[in-house]
Each structure stands twice: as structure tokens, then as C-alpha cells.
């Protein structure tokens, strides 16, 4: 059983005293060493899992946790003391379903059963859920064996990986997840220049488990930052006058740990500092800074996605037309960098530039660039492998091009508690 007590527990406690071999892991229960009946005739012994969630520290029963019912087992399928399999009770398919709930966990079957008095209601707690497929799976075993037993009073250390997050990730619980969004444990990641677009981004990446984030940007947030900027500012912190670094730090650092900043811009004297970073979103307005910055990264062989607006109002009508921009440049695919990003300082965006309110965009064109980068390192499947894509405001239409053929591979290398980019991993043949 696990030495760690959590209360309110949702059953947890009883089942520690009862002397079950529980572990709770990456909002997961574990109850080990459930005997049960081989294919082979033996009695062997596995785990059931299920969700364990937590919302502002109180456990959610089964019927709030998005499961009710159901539990992955870790074993083959078991069967009856007579050799048949348990489909009838276990309401399962026998045929092995691997999956792996979270990284250390791998489920072979997954199984629905209640009884009937919880039909209406669910399970009311996580005691009666594990003790019922427990009994409903050890009780075939003990036809062979009268001494086998769940309830091993095995005491098994708390084990929970370190994390950035301040609360757990229940919404990863929630969507069946976990193992995926471990995929985006890198390192360090950078994000360079934290306005409309670049704050969207720092946005999203604070919600994932990257050990370390490092937002670059020389100037103050101000009151037209807050009009484009995730949440809202108050007049009070507008007051401060604060570098925009420190406020979005400020914002973030409630939720999540590895937030560094630099309250300075990146020019050829510094742009070094860049080095060692598993992927970097380039989100400068200026031509000659993306220049210096791109040359660098793709010089060094580091992954990154350079993200560009160009937002037009048309004299006649008074209405804006523009288009978002997202260029990924990897080791494997760099030679369309240059037709690709603009790297004069040319007026073309001079009206975006005036800070003209076009929050909408930049979400948008940051949502575009961080779903590139979860595709790069597996998160989200990537068909079409292309470095390049525009949306059209006018026409509402998005388009592709630049297709490579290698992508960094489908996760990141754990290594201890640092994680580390598959740089070197190849990626499908696109």
C-alpha cells in the first residue's frame, strides 16, 4: 500500500487500512498484485488502474472523474478457475487493446462493470469501484488457491515524478491523455518577443509540461499590450510599468514552476543565448531582428517556428484584410527559409505595427504555431508534414506548402528527471 495519505480521499483510506497494495500516480489509483486466473491454468497476479482526480485538492468520486465505471487491467485477460475467459462479467473484448495510461503504465485490457444497485448513482467512491472488480476477479483464483490475496499489506513508497505544475494536470487525466502530453517534456523552449502573437504562445506552452520556458522582450507591457494579450490586466499592474516579461511571468507563475525570464531583446551581440534550446517561437515585428535570430537558429540546428501578420484596411470599405503566417524551420527542412521569411525591415505591416486590435489574429496565428510544434514531437498527428502555412483573413482559407521529409520524431528522450528533444530521432517519410 502507499505511505502517502490524501484527504479527502474518495476511499482511498479504507482501502490502505483493508491492506490493499495501492499506489496513487500521475492522477492514477493502482492496485497491485490482484491474483487472477491465466489462460495457462496458473494464478497470476496484476493491476487494476483507474482515474484518481483531483480538483482544487479534494478527490473526485467515479461519477465526477469521467470514467464511472471503468478500469485499465495490466495483465492478461483473466478466466474462470475452469479456464474460460471472464468476457460475460468483465464486459470486455479478449483480444489485447495495448495503451499506455501514463509513461511507466501500460494497460493490456480495459474492463465495465457495476452492480446493479449502482447503476442510477455510479460508484459512489473509489473503494467500492476497485474492491468490486478485485473480488469479481480474485474470487476464480482462489477456486485454485484459497491463500491468494489482493490485500498484500505491501507498503510501496509515493513514487510522483517531479512536475512544473504547481496542481495537477487533471484535464490530461480527464481526456485519457497523459502518456501523449509527455511527449512535450522538453527542456527548455524559448519564445522571442512576447506581444499580440508571442503572449498567445506563452499562453499555450505555460500549459504544458516543458521543464523550462524563457520568454525574450526588451520592452514594457502597456495599456494597448492588455487588448491583445491573454486575461486581463487591471489598472494596478498597468501602473507598474512593468518589462512584459515580468508580467506575464507574474500572471503564469500561480499555475506552474520554469518560467525565466529576459527582459531584453536578442540582437547579434546576444543572440548566442539561444543555444542549448530544444525549440525555440521566433515572434518579432521587425525584419532584421527575425533575420539575425533565424540565421542563428538554423545555423545551430535548432528546431524553431517564426510566426508573421500583415494586416491591411482597405481605403474604400474600411475594412481589414491580413493574413497569419507560420514558417517552421527544422534540421531536416531548412532550405525554403529564405522565399518563406521576411527578413527586411520593409512598411509592409506598418498599420499592424501601430497597434491596431487584431487580438483575434494573434491567437489564431499562435494557436497555428503551437499546434506545429506539438506535431513536430508527436503530440498531434502530422499527415501533410508541411513547414508552411497561411491563413487568409478574406477568404477564411489556410494553405500548405513546403513539405519535408523528416519530421524530430514522435517524443522526447526522458532521461532521469531532465528531459531532452529527439532531435536526432527520424521521423516518418512524408
Avoid at 503504465?105 to 447503476?119: D, G, I, L, T, V
Avoid at 514552476?257 to 531584453?264: A, I, K, N, Q, S
Amino acid at each position: 500500500m502507499s505511505a502517502r495519505p490524501i484527504a479527502p480521499d474518495s476511499g482511498l483510506a479504507a482501502l490502505l487500512e483493508q491492506g490493499y497494495e495501492v499506489e496513487v500516480r500521475q492522477q492514477h489509483l493502482l492496485v497491485h498484485s490482484v491474483p487472477y486466473v491465466a489462460a495457462n491454468g496458473t494464478v497470476e497476479r496484476a493491476s487494476v488502474v483507474c482515474k484518481y482526480v483531483e480538483d482544487a485538492g479534494t478527490i473526485l468520486p467515479p461519477t465526477a472523474a469521467g470514467d464511472d465505471h471503468q478500469v485499465w487491467w495490466t495483465g492478461s485477460f483473466p478466466c474462470r478457475s475452469d479456464g474460460t475467459l471472464m468476457v460475460a462479467e468483465l464486459v470486455a473484448n479478449a483480444q489485447p487493446s495495448p495503451f499506455t495510461v501514463f509513461e511507466g503504465c501500460n494497460s493490456q485490457h480495459r474492463f465495465s462493470n457495476k452492480p446493479e444497485e449502482y447503476n442510477q448513482t455510479g460508484y459512489p467512491d473509489h473503494f467500492e469501484k476497485v474492491t468490486h472488480y478485485v473480488t469479481l476477479i480474485q474470487s476464480q483464483a482462489k477456486v485454485l488457491d484459497a491463500n491468494v490475496d489482493a490485500r498484500t499489506r505491501r507498503v510501496i513508497p509515493p513514487s510522483e515524478p517531479d512536475s512544473v505544475f504547481r496542481y495537477a494536470d487533471t484535464a490530461s487525466v480527464r481526456a485519457e491523455i497523459v502518456a501523449t502530453s509527455a511527449r512535450l517534456k522538453l527542456r527548455k523552449v524559448a519564445i522571442v518577443g512576447l506581444g499580440g502573437t508571442g503572449s498567445y504562445v506563452f499562453d499555450q506552452v505555460t500549459k504544458t509540461p516543458v521543464w523550462e520556458i524563457h520568454p525574450f522582450d526588451g520592452d514594457d507591457f502597456k495599456q494597448h499590450n492588455a487588448f491583445r494579450a491573454p486575461g486581463a490586466a487591471t489598472t494596478e499592474e498597468l501602473r507598474r510599468h512593468m518589462k512584459k516579461v515580468d508580467y506575464f511571468i507574474e500572471r503564469y507563475s500561480p499555475m506552474r514552476t520554469g518560467l525565466v525570464p529576459h527582459p531584453y531583446f536578442l540582437d547579434e551581440a546576444n543572440v548566442s543565448e539561444l543555444a542549448g534550446f530544444d525549440f525555440v517561437f521566433v515572434c518579432v515585428d521587425k525584419g532584421l531582428a527575425r533575420k539575425t535570430i533565424c540565421g542563428y537558429l538554423t545555423a545551430q540546428g535548432i528546431p524553431f517556428v517564426d510566426v508573421g501578420m500583415d494586416v491591411a484596411m482597405d481605403a474604400e470599405t474600411q475594412q481589414l484584410d491580413g493574413t497569419c503566417r507560420v514558417t517552421t524551420i527544422t534540421p531536416f527542412k531548412n532550405d525554403h527559409i529564405a522565399g518563406s521569411i521576411p527578413m527586411d525591415n520593409d512598411e509592409s505591416d506598418a498599420l499592424y505595427r501601430q497597434n491596431i486590435q487584431v487580438a483575434d489574429l494573434n491567437a489564431l496565428n499562435a494557436q497555428l504555431a503551437v499546434i506545429k510544434w506539438k506535431q513536430l514531437f508527436g503530440f498531434y498527428e502530422d499527415r501533410a508534414r508541411s513547414h508552411q502555412a497561411t491563413y487568409t483573413v478574406a477568404t477564411q482559407s489556410l494553405t500548405r506548402g513546403e513539405l519535408a521529409a523528416r519530421s524530430l520524431g514522435p517524443e522526447p528522450t526522458v532521461r532521469g528527471d531532465t528531459a531532452v528533444s529527439a532531435i536526432e530521432c527520424a521521423g516518418a517519410t512524408g
